[in-house]
């Protein structure tokens, strides 16, 4: 089962893949000519709940609209995995979509999301099968009344008449229209993703269905926008010819993002090439854009329940931050060659402040910088852009040192060199720890949001130590040393 990342066991070997072409390596994500009123987003599964997420919190950004494939409300869950499991699969009657919608508004109002003003004239494309067994009808019929409180009911389409699986829909590749397997891709007759595309841009000219050159497929180097936090070091993207750096085509922006166990891991580049996407992007200069994640997210799903981070649906969680910054490099272009000018390093670059589980990181401002990254030990720490001269990394182990590198960014993104290193020592703990120790059951303490459970046990949130089986019997101290950082221990 692609979604269930609890009950489910493994899936098994993909589909063999046709016509991939040959391996290049990765390069960094182009800067094209977009225009950026025509960027939007889908996905399937976890990937549908993240199309969610990105186009609620991110609505300036995609307020052309959303395509939503067995996915959920915005925040459904709410922080938790017996919600995410439960009611926004399996148990719809208990969604709070009166709550969802009041948290929508009241984030929004913070700024920690964007107005929601922004979804008033969204397209919005909605499928549900009715045969899918993993993410029930009725959590998309709670999706359909969420929108309702945002989005005009003549601009959304909801088609759930075909007898499918949990899978994406295609009309000509994939398992049989009734089975649930890898590559959960589905050949049921139906071009869903022309449907969707076709909804949220209006009238297209007709897809391509000659071989598409392969040289328009990138895989580029998603490390630049994010390091872990269950996201893959390289994704993916269809640029069309006309659309390729120094072309005089001015484009639109498409975001797929893919379910549980279909990442290139797990099934290779069958979700990237045959889900029907790329042939209507082909003739009508769209470009497609595949972010990836890692095998060490869990079970391959995009974050929306909080595995990663507490903050997974606001504009601050680190996946939503990671995609928003390809998309924004994507789309900088503007048709031209001149390749920027590389900023230089940094320099005294320093650390001060030390706590047992904090470093303060300072440097000074590079001219021409817009913001900077901060890498601890080489991989890249901060989530969002760092727009001031210093940085605050948390959730370090205490008596240990590290080492530190700054590199500045341009408008566009682009980094210069990479800055000398600064170590610094965290504090020892004191006392056997300065973090709050609670004792609970297994169970519990999913539900508290200081572990997550997978295939049946219990992990803590941050340091991913096991703790045992996941149910009401199994109890484990677990002691918080940084912010949604939990570790194995013991307090006096």
């Not at 994500?29 to 996905?43: C, H, Y």
């Not at 029930?136 to 601009?155: E, H, I, Q």
């Not at 990138?218 to 006309?242: L, R």
């Amino acid at each position: 089962m692609a979604f269930n990342f609890i009950r489910a066991a493994a899936a098994g070997a993909a589909m063999a893949l046709c016509g991939t072409g040959g391996a290049l390596a990765a390069v960094n994500l182009p800067a094209l000519k977009i225009d950026k009123a025509q960027t939007t987003v889908s996905g399937l599964s976890s990937g549908g709940f993240m199309a969610v997420q990105l186009h609620v919190a991110y609505s300036a950004t995609f307020a052309k609209g959303a395509g939503v494939v067995a996915g959920g409300p915005f925040y459904c869950a709410e922080g938790s995995v017996v919600n995410a499991t439960g009611r926004c699969m399996a148990s719809p009657a208990g969604i709070p979509t009166s709550t969802l919608v009041s948290t929508t508004n009241t984030w929004a109002g913070q700024g920690a999301i964007d107005p929601v003003a922004n979804l008033q004239n969204s397209k919005v494309y909605l499928f549900s099968g009715t045969l899918d067994s993993v993410v029930k009808t009725g959590v998309m019929d709670a999706l359909r009344t969420y929108y309702s409180s945002f989005v005009p009911a003549a601009n959304v389409v909801y088609k759930k008449d075909i007898a499918s699986e949990h899978a994406m829909v295609t009309d000509d590749y994939g398992n049989g229209c009734s089975t649930k397997g890898a590559p959960y891709i589905s050949n049921c007759n139906f071009d869903l993703a022309g449907a969707m595309l076709q909804h949220l841009y209006g009238p297209l000219s007709p897809r391509n269905n000659a071989a598409l050159p392969s040289g328009n497929f990138i895989e580029f180097n998603q490390s630049e926008f994010i390091t872990n936090h269950g996201m893959a070091t390289t994704g993916w993207a269809y640029v069309p010819q006309a659309c390729q750096a120094g072309g005089s085509a001015t484009c639109k922006l498409h975001v797929v993002l893919h379910g549980c166990k279909q990442n290139v891991n797990d099934v290779q580049q069958q979700y990237v090439r045959n889900t029907g996407y790329n042939r209507w992007a082909d003739s009508n200069n769209i470009v497609m854009l595949y972010p990836q994640t890692s095998l060490a997210a869990t079970n391959s799903c995009w974050d929306w329940w909080g595995y990663d981070s507490a903050n997974y649906s606001k504009k601050s969680g680190p996946q939503m931050a990671a995609i928003k910054a390809m998309v924004d490099r994507v789309s900088s272009g503007t048709g031209g060659t001149t390749p920027p000018v590389a900023l230089p390093a940094p320099t005294g670059v320093s650390t001060s402040g030390a706590t047992a589980s904090s470093m303060a990181v300072g440097w000074a401002a590079v001219a021409g910088a817009a913001s900077y990254n901060v890498y601890r030990n080489a991989n890249k720490v901060n989530a969002l852009p760092v727009t001031a001269t210093s940085y605050t990394d948390t959730g370090l182990a205490a008596s240990t040192t590290y080492s530190w590198t700054v590199r500045a960014a341009d408008a566009n993104g682009a980094e210069g060199a990479t800055s000398a290193a600064a170590s610094g020592t965290t504090l020892a703990a004191s006392g056997g720890g300065t973090g709050t120790c609670t004792t609970a059951s297994n169970y519990a303490h999913t539900l508290a949001g200081r572990a997550y459970a997978y295939l049946g046990f219990a992990y803590a949130q941050g340091s991913n130590q096991g703790m045992g089986w996941w149910n009401v019997f199994t109890t484990t101290t677990l002691k918080q040393t940084g912010p949604n950082y939990y570790v194995v221990g013991t307090c006096p």
